[in-house]
Every structure is written in C-alpha cells, then in structure tokens.
C-alpha cells in the first residue's frame, strides 16, 4: 500500500527521555551529516502533470565534493509527479522543485560533483560514549498510520488507519490483545546494540541490521564470528503479534507483506536516527542482513531505502525471503543502485527460491550490470565467476555475477536442497567475507 506514514518515537532504556519526530521515506534536507549516495552524479528528471494548486518549493545545495543536501520536495499538482535527480545525483545550485497551477514538476539541475560512497562519513555518535550496555535490549515506542486499505489483517479484524497512539480504531483481538486491551498504546519495538570488543568511539564501524525468522527476537541473529569485533551488529525484533500481517497473522513475523504501509519502516527510521547520535558508524556502509521473515524485511529495506539521502542501506544480505511483487505488499523502490549477497536453497518448498530471484533481478537492473540480465539467464550464459567465502566451503559454494559494477557486487549463494534453513555454515563465513570487502581497496577511500 502507499501512504505518508507519521511516526514519533519516546526512546527507552540507554537514551530513555529521547523524543524524535520523522516522516516515513523523507527526502527532506537539513541534515549537514547527509552521506554521499554514489560515486556518479545524475541528471535532472521533469514530470508534468493535470493542473493542480500551487505547491511548495524547496531547494537543494549543489556541491563539488562537499556534502550535499537535499531539498524539500514540492508538492505536486493533481495528477501530476515531481520530478526526480538522476540515480545516484543530488540537486544543484539553483535545483528549486515547484508544482504550480499547471501541475509540473521540474527537478534542477544534477550536482556536479556528485557524492563518493567510498568516503567514510562519520554518524553523530562518534566521539561520544556508549551510554547504553552492548547487547543489551532496548524498547521503542512508535507509532504511525497507514492507508484505510491495508493488507495487515489478525484473526480477520483489519490493522488499518491510526496505529499506536488515539484514534486507533484497531479492534482488540482476544487470542493476540494490544497492551492492556488497549490498542491505542504506542507499538513497542525491541532492538539490541552489539559492540565490537574494544569499542572505539571515534571509528566508524560498518553497521549490520539483523532480523530473524518468524517468532523469534533479536538476540536470534547470526554470529558472524570473523567480523564480531570488526562491526556494530543491531539485532532487530519483529512487531508484536497483535499488529497482524499481509499473509502469516499470528506468526511474530515482521511486517514484509504490507508495502509502504509497513509499522518496519517507522521503526527503521527512528532506530536509525536513534544509532546516528549514541554509536559510531559510517552512514555509507549500513547493510540489512536477515534470515526468513527477517530476509524479507532485509530486501525491502534496500530496495526502499538504497541511496536515502538521510538513512541509506548500503547492501541486503538475506538468507531465504525474497521481495514481494503483488502490488498490495511492495514497498516504493528506489532506482538507486546497491550490491548484496543472497544464500537459499534451491527448492525450499517453504520459501521459494524464486522470491529471492526477484530482488536479484530487480538489482541486476537497478545496478546498471551489463549482459544477461536475469540470475537464471547469467548461469545460462556462465556469467558467474566464484566467491570464495572460506569456512570450510568449496570454492563454488557462492558465485559473483558478472558484468556488473565492482562496487555494487552481487553475490548468489544457490544451495542444493529442499529445506528451509538458517545455513549457518554458509551464512556466517560468507556474510563475514562479502562485508569485509567494503572496508579494502577500491570499496573505501576514507
């Protein structure tokens, strides 16, 4: 579903007393701490619509190296759409957005500079302490609301409009109750901050957002032993029950079956702005890792947030899962590109292979990979080449796919057999080994 969630979060625990107040998906500037979106600057894109009242404007700061912002969208005309930068730009100089009586949009002109992922940009937490206890849990309360025809659904009673705050118009669910019978309570989200032994905190450590299966929480997340002490791994729960689900109500899964209507990415956006300001990581090198239902969410958290100029994912690293395609359950993509690392079994009955397919070869193209440009047809055409991920696993255990940028590295992990598995064997050697390269050579220059 599409809507504009709103969201506010009263953090707990470690930063109890913390009250932040974000729209879903913003692009909205003013943020000086902004991360570059890629190394290549885009063209400015135009779009015009039916006749509509006067919108908005806003502009964006162009930049030749430094960190560019961007600007406020201008609302749009009925019918009409604003216009967007290329892939990868940010707005020039004089780039203003308006959508006037005529309903256009016209974006400025692309930054000549363009941003450098490579560069390492420091969040707001560096130089400060900790304040909080690694691996230690913290709540959340949120909120937000989603379109009157939502997917989420539990026991048939439907989890649409208001959610978390009055208003709500939720029904309690006697089998799954909202707190207190109340389902105008905030929705409570639990995370746990992992350090790295030895915490440093004036470096920028990658930073690994994990999401386990179906009814399990966030200390359920792999171990990823190679790199424990090398990254900042945030293990991430599911909602509550009572919050239902698109297509498994009940089942403690994250909210993946309900589009832009998601309560995952209220809850994404002020875990980040959260992270950004008490640990010390580098905003260009996030990645969304998952197994099962926290595979989907991994998915659709690169394919929604991949180039975000205020909370970008770097890379999806999912075992099983897949990326929905009914038009109710998928989220709004970016066309920005991003690299990532998939692990399924080829016949999981469970979870079907082709659900991660999807999301490679939306990448394939997104990522502008020359040719074959599906997973199916580049091992037709033995567009492949090994990645070697150690742990004892042969060579051949994982493939890179060719013909795409070096820098955005798709890696397939396509396993025999008919289960539906954690593959912790493969996973954790080879999440630890497609991750470390983002931190040598060409991937960062500092």
Request: aromatic share 8%; hydrophobic share 35%; proline share 6%.
């Amino acid at each position: 579903m599409r809507s504009s969630v709103i969201s506010s979060v009263l953090v707990a625990g470690s930063v109890a007393g913390l009250a932040l107040f974000y729209g879903c998906s913003s692009g909205d500037g003013g943020d000086t701490n902004n991360p570059f979106l890629h190394p290549n600057a885009g063209s400015a894109g135009t779009a015009t619509g039916a006749s509509g009242s006067t919108g908005t404007s806003g502009s964006g700061a162009g930049g030749s190296g430094a960190l560019p912002t961007a600007g406020n969208n201008g609302t749009s005309g009925s019918g009409g759409a604003t216009g967007g930068t290329g892939a990868g730009g940010m707005s020039g100089a004089g780039g203003s957005v308006t959508a006037g009586a005529g309903g256009s949009a016209t974006a400025g002109a692309a930054g000549t500079g363009g941003g450098d992922i490579t560069k390492v940009v420091k969040s707001m937490g560096c130089g400060k302490a900790f304040a909080g206890q690694s691996g230690a849990k913290v709540t959340i309360p949120t909120k937000g609301m989603k379109d009157a025809d939502c997917a989420d659904k539990i026991n048939g009673k439907a989890r649409c409009g208001l959610w978390g705050q009055a208003g709500c118009t939720w029904a309690n669910d006697t089998q799954y109750p909202c707190p207190g019978d109340d389902c105008t309570q905030p929705v409570m989200r639990d995370y746990y901050v992992n350090l790295p032994a030895g915490y440093d905190m004036n470096k920028a450590y990658p930073l690994v957002l994990q999401g386990p299966g179906c009814g399990s929480g966030g200390t359920d997340i792999y171990a990823l032993t190679d790199i424990a002490n090398q990254v900042i791994r945030v293990g991430i729960s599911p909602p509550p029950r009572y919050v239902g689900h698109g297509t498994n109500p009940g089942e403690g899964c994250f909210d993946d079956k309900e589009g832009d209507d998601s309560v995952d990415w209220t809850f994404y956006e002020n875990l980040y702005d959260i992270l950004n300001t008490t640990v010390c990581f580098d905003r260009n090198r996030v990645f969304s890792a998952g197994n099962s239902s926290g595979s989907w969410f991994s998915n659709e958290l690169l394919c929604k947030y991949a180039g975000d100029p205020m909370r970008p994912v770097r890379a999806a690293l999912p075992n099983t899962g897949g990326l929905p395609t009914d038009p109710a359950w998928v989220p709004t993509c970016t066309k920005a590109p991003a690299a990532g690392m998939w692990v399924h079994e080829v016949m999981d009955s469970t979870n079907p292979f082709a659900g991660n397919k999807v999301a490679i070869d939306r990448a394939l193209k997104v990522n502008g990979c020359t040719g074959a440009m599906s997973y199916d047809a580049k091992v037709a055409a033995n567009e492949i080449e090994n990645f070697p991920i150690g742990g004892n696993n042969p060579d051949t255990t994982c493939q890179l796919l060719k013909g795409c940028p070096a820098i955005d590295p798709l890696v397939v992990c396509a396993l025999p057999g008919n289960a539906h598995g954690g593959h912790e064997t493969v996973v954790n050697p080879g999440f630890s080994t497609f991750i470390k390269q983002f931190s040598m050579g060409a991937f960062i220059t500092q």
